[in-house]
């Protein structure tokens, strides 16, 4: 059964330093999420690509985030320059725009 | 903007028990969807709800969608300890004039059964 993969499972890293989290979504799907999970806390929405460019971002997203579909199957999501706060588990997703979201494992991001 | 409220946000049952987890949303939407969560892992997707009236089970769980009163539930049946985990609701906004469908989650209920 397909599924959407991401790598590493688990990144730390200084406050300050560029990371950059990758996803491959499954294959024929069209639309590719990044969420956000603070400890403890709900999935937050980041940011939704389609047809090659954003679609839409939240609040969150801002100046320090960005994405690329570099390829036809990697989808990345960068932190240029991490913050305590960006501390937290980020969730690719991808749909084909009729059903559900497929979820990835997760990538754990520890910022010190 | 879409709200998502679950509750209880926290659960405490005893095995054999049943309970019922509320998820309410407050835009238009005919598309709910209810995941699974445990400690440290991802979200398993448990249903997906696209109409109204729509009702699933799965083993112990039910869900139903109630999409005039934004209303879905999560109904567990004799509860098992294998079932304490976190479940989240989430609504798309397909139908609230995004077009993305992206999710929104609400807070989650973490179940724990007690033996």
Redesign the interface.
């Known amino acids: 059964e397909p599924e959407v993969t991401q790598t590493p499972s688990h990144q730390v890293t200084q406050m300050g330093q560029e990371v950059i989290l990758r996803c491959v979504p499954i294959s024929n799907h069209l639309y590719f999420y990044w969420y956000r999970q603070i400890l403890g806390q709900k999935v937050e929405f980041l940011v939704s690509f389609y047809n090659n460019e954003i679609s839409e971002k939240s609040e969150i997203f801002d100046d320090q985030f960005s994405v690329e579909r570099p390829d036809g199957s990697n989808f990345t999501l960068k932190i240029r320059s991490t913050k305590l706060e960006d501390s937290a588990m980020y969730f690719c997703a991808s749909n084909s725009g009729y059903n559900e979201q497929f979820f990835g494992p997760g990538t754990r991001l520890t910022v010190l | 903007e879409l709200k998502v409220e679950q509750n209880p946000l926290f659960l405490s049952m005893q095995e054999g028990k049943n309970y019922t987890i509320y998820c309410n949303y407050s835009t238009t939407s005919d598309r709910l ?1 209810w ?1 699974r969560q445990d400690p ?4 398993e ?1 448990l249903f ?1 709800l ?1 109409s109204n009236g729509a009702v699933k089970q799965e083993g112990r769980l039910m869900a139903s969608l109630d999409t005039k009163a934004r209303l879905s539930t999560l109904h567990i049946t004799a509860a098992v300890h294998d079932l304490s985990a976190t479940y ?1 609701c ?1 609504v ?1 906004d397909s139908l609230s004039g ?11 209920t973490l179940l724990t059964v007690n033996p």
Request: aromatic content about 22%; glycine content about 18%.
């Open positions: 969807y995941y440290g892992k991802s979200l997707s997906v696209l989240f989430a798309d995004g077009s993305n469908y992206k999710l929104t989650f609400g807070k989650g």
